[in-house]
Nanobody
Framework: QVQLAESGGGLVQAGGSLRLSCVASGSIFSINAMGWYRQAPGKQRELVAQITSGGDITSYADSVKGRFTISRDNAKNTVYLQMNSLKPDDTAVYYC??????????????????WGQGTQVTVSS
């Protein structure tokens, strides 16, 4: 079993900062790409940022470039999202996603996408 747990969301004024964290636990062999997504009310879930397994390549949605930074700590199975200069339009539920390779006696090796439960970020004007 693999679980992802997010933390760090909350209420902040426009121009403020938040740092989200997402830690994976369970029978993990390795973690490939990690990413953050968000979903605002009435809108589809969108990719915010992603990072490769080595942490050397990152990509961002145009709307957050220059304001958000994604990073990872492979020793801790954790991905972070540093969010600066927050705007009301950043208000959403933020989800982490990881591509994780696991081994189970019954199913053998498998690689799949795992999601966190989401954390609310609210930016007031």
């Amino acid at each position: 079993q693999v679980q992802l747990a997010e933390s760090g969301g909350g209420l902040v004024q426009a121009g403020g900062s938040l740092r989200l964290s997402c830690v994976a636990s369970g029978s993990i062999f390795s973690i490939n790409a990690m990413g953050w997504y968000r979903q605002a009310p009435g809108k589809q879930r969108e990719l915010v940022a992603q990072i490769t397994s080595g942490g050397d390549i990152t990509s961002y949605a145009d709307s957050v470039k220059g304001r958000f930074t994604i990073s990872r700590d492979n020793a801790k199975n954790t991905v972070y999202l540093q969010m600066n200069s927050l705007k009301p339009d950043d208000t959403a539920v933020y989800y982490c996603k990881m591509q994780i390779r696991v081994y189970a006696l019954t199913t053998g090796w498998q690689t799949g996408d795992y999601w966190g439960q989401g954390t609310q970020v609210t930016v007031s004007s």
